[in-house]
């Protein structure tokens, strides 16, 4: 539900809404509000909607919240409730890549 529902629409009034401030604060709220599970499944689209903010949303503060709360996650869980199959570096580096070519 969460990954074919809610998530698509919350990224699409996020990008869709073109106010910066607004940008920033929801993306630290989808951050903060959804489980670390959800994110791991959802990588992929939430870093793939920080192509699309405005350019002077601050992506460095976003990724890095969201890699704290990925590697406490993954500190403080069996690592094999991890989802080896996600590289997750190689997705921030892939995005990061995106943006900075943008």
Not at 46 to 70: C, G, H, Q, W, Y
Not at 78 to 85: E, F
Request: with cysteine.
């Amino acid at each position: 539900m969460y990954l074919s529902n809610v998530l698509p629409k919350i990224l699409e009034t996020i990008v869709g809404c073109k106010d910066t401030m607004s940008q920033q604060y929801l993306m630290e709220c989808i951050i903060q509000a959804f489980p670390d599970e959800f994110h791991l499944k959802t990588l992929d689209s939430l870093l793939e909607a920080t192509t699309k903010l405005n350019p002077e949303v601050e992506i460095k503060t976003i990724f890095i919240s969201l890699m704290d709360r990925l590697s406490k996650y993954a500190t403080s869980n069996d690592i094999a409730k991890v989802n080896k199959n996600i590289n997750i570096f190689e997705l921030f580096k892939k995005y990061t890549d995106k943006i900075i070519e943008e």
